[in-house]
Each structure stands twice: as structure tokens, then as C-alpha cells.
């Protein structure tokens, strides 16, 4: 019998419910406001009372007027790193306040919805090493298709399939085995050891190109225009937003879209300082619905990705290596190339959401931010070798390059800024009471800490909403996801600069010449995240 393993951390379809209700209304918004109250509260009332000891050291004076150049020296080069970060925050809001109906799919579609509909062919692909852990998680994301296919085993089974391609024998025929007789077709591939691309293209694009060769060669053929939606190991695509995701592709002319990701699965599992990091990019994921629909990929992520089959056997995954070093960000590489072959109306965005797990170390969480800004440095430096990227018009190769360099070096300058905020904000914080009881001047003019206020209001609401979208998913009373969400706004000054700091050194790194990569997967499991070794690599 084919069960759906830890589907239980899903919350079932009552949280299913209540997340949709709770996205359409206000209270992440409403909660920031009453946290940010309690937060200003609290400041002013201890340093108002700090007031009532009435010192009387005689350099009081002196040491409060170079409290105030300290203040102001620290806070001009603050306003500056604040300033680069927060313009990229009122695009967060501008796409979450003003676009949000496009951000995913609210509108339920059920299997007669999808029968009045030509249908596309579906294949779910997902890309293994066969490393420990992996097994199990893949199998949760397959049982959640398979639990899809067997409302209608008929129509379903007709176009929906999932393909597995793996390093590990031994966990192929497991899959094989274990899905042989089900409405759901899934076939498991082998990468061979001994496979080589012709541009010597290593690590997971390896692997992905490998199907791709199959697929050129007939395998696994189906007539009829074919999608492939790419999953990572642990990703969930719910029956309800697979639905969504099919009656959309039925009626898209786009070749390649992707769609929002969510944090849920395992998440209590997993450090609080991790789940703090994942708490930023679900909303984060509303840029990337601006980029997809304008076409111009500054980012790309592999799962959720969905792309028209011909367009990818077309196209393929022999990306080749650089310098001779592999890319270690196939997937932004893989979207560079899309973008030259098919221009920017080959993109769009699906808004079918799909759930997968925060990193369960911190260790584990760097080197995936590590690598993350490493290969989009790859993806950048490739780009300006190549001739279709010469040839394009001056203004769209610019704003394709700065938009990039832009977001990394946000990424990366939330390190510094990160620092100098917890460093200077006791002093900005003495100095601005200071201000209201009369007591001396303000640390900067009234605009520039109106917009140093602003963009801590905007962080903090970028955290609650992220971490309101993660949670609600958990099957857990809503006092405990409350205080979860508390839990991850009080560390996510600590996370913020622990996963920040590994993209400022992977910038710095990569200034500096240092640029031999190491690709080692996330571990998927608890067990296989505290086995790995990760000295081995470097």
C-alpha cells in the first residue's frame, strides 16, 4: 500500500484552507504593526527611565557629543548600505501590494475542470545523486503525484508522469519496484558512471543533460505538446496546486515558467536559526514572479521550474564549465540560455506553489547561500564570453547585467550593514530619546530616520509575512505558529548576518581569484546532514 510518508507536516487540506484565507486577508501586516509598537515601547520606555538616574558626571556633555559623531559618522555609511537594500524591499511590497493577485493561482480546479481542457503531457523529473536521505524524500514527493492520479486513474494516467534519474542503481529499482502496478507511470534512470557531455559538462547539469540525450533518442515518448516540471529531492507539489498547475499549462504559450516555493515540510526538524533564513524568501518569490513575466532572468530557480520539453531538448543542459571549473547554478545558467534562444517572451510565471525544506544546520545553510552567489558570479562571467550576448541591444544586456550585479550585491552588503545596525542601533536608539526628552540634537536629520525606520519596518514585515506563509502550513494550534513566527523575528538579526556573511565571502572570494567550486547537495534528512563531512570538498 502506497502512503504519503511525512505528508502529516502538510497540516492536511483544513490548514490547506485556512493558509488561503489567511494570504488573502491582513494580519501579517497587522501583526508587524503591533510588533513594531511593542518594539518602539519598549526602547523608549527603558531609555526614558534611564533618564531618571540623574547622573552628574561633569564630562557628561563631552562624552554625549562624541556619542553624536560616532553616531553620525557610522550612520552616514549605514544609510548608504541601507538605502542599495531597501530600494530592493519596495519592490518586494510594490509586486506584494499591487500585484499579489498574480503572485499564485487562489482559484480551485477539479479534475472536471481539467477534462474540459487539452491537456498537455506532464513529466515530473527529479534529478538525484542517490545520496542518504534522499530516498525517502523523493518517495513523499512522488506519493503526492501518485495520490493526484488515483481520483481518476484514467485521465490522469493518460499524461501525467514522473521520472526519476539518479547515480544510485540500487535506488532506481526501489522506485521501479515500488510505483510498478499504480495508476501513476514513473521510470527511473541510471546515470551512468562512465557518462561524459560533449562540453564536459559536470555536477547535476550532468545529469540533467543526460535525460535530455534519452529523451532526443525517444524515451519515455509521448506525442502531444509535453511539459517537464523539474523537482528537487524533497520537493511537494499538493494534488490542488498540481491541478492548477496542468489547467494553466493547458492554455500557456510560454516555454519555460516557474512558480512560488514555501518552507513547511520537516520545519520543526530543523534549527530556528534555518528556518529564520527561509523566513525572507517566500516573499522574496515576489520579484521572482516580476522577473518571469518581464522575461529577463536575473534569477532562476531549478525547482518549480517548468519547461516545454521540445524547447529543452532543444536547448539542453551541456552547459559546459568555466575556466575549468563547473557551474555549480545550472539552473541560472540554463536560464541565461533560454533567454538568448527564445527571448524574453519564452517566460512566465505559473503561481502554482510548491513546498520544500529549510537546510536542517546552519552549516548546511551557508554553503547552499555560498553557492548560490558563486554560481550566479559563473553565470555573469560566461555570459560576457559569449557572442549572442554581445549582439544584444546595449540597454537590455545592461539592465540584464546590473540587475544582477544588484541583487548579489545586496545579498552580500546585508553582511556590513547587518553589523553596523546591530552596532550602531543601542547608540541611535540613546540618541533619538535623547532627541525627544530635549536633551540634545537628532544623530541625523528627521527624513534620513524616517527611511532608516522605514527599511526596518519593511525588513521585519518581509520576515513575518515569509515565516506567516511557511507556518501555515503546519498542522500545529495557531498560538504555536504565532509564537513561531515571534521565535524567527527576535533571531533574524543573528540569522540574517549568519547567512549574509556567506555571501559577502563568496563575493570577496570570488574578487580575489579564489573560484574552485565544490558542489555538495543539501542534505535531506537530519541523519545525512549531521554524517556529511564537509572538509572533504575544500
Known amino acids: 500500500m502506497i502512503t504519503t510518508g511525512k505528508a502529516h507536516h502538510l497540516g492536511g487540506s483544513v490548514a490547506y484552507r485556512n493558509h488561503l484565507v489567511s494570504e488573502r486577508g491582513h494580519r501579517p501586516i497587522l501583526l508587524l504593526v503591533f510588533f513594531e509598537y511593542?518594539?518602539?515601547?519598549?526602547?523608549?520606555?527603558?531609555?526614558w527611565r534611564s533618564s531618571d538616574l540623574h547622573l552628574s558626571v561633569p564630562t557628561i556633555a563631552d562624552e554625549h557629543a562624541r556619542l553624536l559623531t560616532l553616531v553620525r559618522f557610522g550612520g552616514w555609511f549605514l544609510i548608504?548600505?541601507?538605502t542599495i537594500i531597501g530600494v530592493r524591499m519596495l519592490s518586494y511590497y510594490r509586486s506584494f501590494i499591487?500585484?499579489?493577485?498574480r503572485y499564485r493561482q487562489l482559484v480551485e480546479?477539479?479534475?472536471?475542470m481539467l477534462k474540459m481542457k487539452a491537456v498537455p503531457k506532464i513529466k515530473i523529473q527529479i534529478t538525484t545523486r542517490?545520496?542518504?536521505?534522499?530516498?525517502?524524500v523523493i518517495r513523499r514527493g512522488i506519493d503526492h503525484v501518485l495520490s493526484l492520479a488515483t481520483e481518476d486513474p484514467a485521465f490522469y494516467?493518460?499524461?501525467?508522469?514522473?521520472e526519476v534519474v539518479t547515480e544510485s542503481t540500487e535506488q532506481a529499482e526501489l522506485f521501479n519496484d515500488r510505483y510498478a502496478g499504480t495508476p501513476l507511470s514513473v521510470d527511473a534512470l541510471v546515470l551512468p558512471a562512465s557518462y561524459v557531455t560533449p562540453n564536459g559538462t559536470q555536477l547535476k547539469a550532468r545529469a540533467l543533460h543526460y535525460v535530455v540525450e534519452q529523451r532526443r533518442r525517444g524515451w519515455n515518448h509521448r506525442p502531444g505538446r509535453t511539459f517537464v516540471v523539474h523537482y528537487d529531492e524533497e520537493s511537494v507539489l499538493e494534488p490542488g496546486e498540481l491541478r492548477k498547475l496542468i489547467a494553466l499549462l493547458a492554455d500557456t504559450d510560454k516555454k519555460i515558467l516557474e512558480g512560488p516555493i514555501y518552507y513547511p515540510l520537516e520545519y520543526l526538524e530543523t534549527s530556528i536559526l534555518c528556518r529564520a533564513m527561509e523566513a525572507i524568501r517566500p516573499l522574496a518569490c515576489y520579484e521572482c514572479r516580476h522577473v518571469m513575466e518581464h522575461g529577463v532572468p536575473l534569477h532562476l530557480h531549478g525547482s518549480n521550474l517548468v519547461i516545454e520539453e521540445e524547447f529543452e531538448n532543444d536547448l539542453g543542459w551541456d552547459i559546459g564549465h568555466l575556466d575549468?571549473?563547473?557551474?555549480?547554478?545550472e539552473?541560472?545558467?540554463f536560464g541565461l540560455n533560454a533567454f538568448l534562444a527564445g527571448g524574453p517572451q519564452a517566460f512566465g510565471w505559473h503561481g502554482s506553489v510548491m513546498l520544500e525544506q529549510p537546510p536542517f544546520s546552519v552549516r548546511s545553510a551557508r554553503k547552499q547561500r555560498h553557492r548560490w552567489i558563486v554560481g550566479v558570479l559563473q553565470g555573469m562571467a560566461m555570459l560576457g564570453r559569449m557572442a549572442e550576448f554581445r549582439e544584444l541591444d546595449w540597454r537590455l544586456r545592461q539592465r540584464l547585467i546590473w540587475g544582477t550585479r544588484y541583487r548579489v550585491a545586496c545579498f552580500a552588503l546585508s553582511a556590513p550593514v547587518g553589523a553596523l545596525s546591530l552596532a550602531l542601533m543601542p547608540l541611535f536608539l540613546t540618541q533619538t530619546v535623547r532627541t525627544l526628552q530635549g536633551r540634545g540634537p537628532a544623530p541625523l536629520p528627521a527624513p534620513v530616520m524616517a527611511w532608516i525606520a522605514l527599511v526596518g519596518v519593511m525588513w521585519l514585515g518581509t520576515l513575518l509575512i515569509g515565516a506567516w506563509y511557511n507556518v501555515a502550513y503546519l498542522d500545529r494550534p495557531r498560538s504555536e505558529k504565532l509564537a513561531e513566527i515571534g521565535r524567527c523575528l527576535l533571531i533574524a538579526p543573528v540569522a540574517g548576518l549568519l547567512e549574509s556573511t556567506a555571501g559577502f565571502a563568496a563575493v570577496i572570494e570570488w574578487l580575489l581569484g579564489q573560484r574552485q567550486v565544490h558542489w555538495q547537495p543539501t542534505p535531506k534528512t537530519k541523519a545525512a546532514d549531521s554524517a556529511v563531512d564537509w572538509a572533504a570538498g575544500r
Do not use: R
Open 109 to 112: 480546479v477539479d479534475t472536471a
Open 80 to 82: 548608504a548600505g541601507l
Open 324 to 329: 575549468g571549473q563547473p557551474f555549480i547554478a
Open 331 to 333: 539552473d541560472y545558467v
Open 98 to 101: 499591487f500585484h499579489s493577485d
Open 130 to 136: 542517490g545520496s542518504d536521505g534522499s530516498t525517502e
Open 157 to 162: 494516467g493518460s499524461f501525467l508522469s514522473v
Open 38 to 47: 511593542i518594539v518602539f515601547g519598549f526602547y523608549a520606555t527603558l531609555w
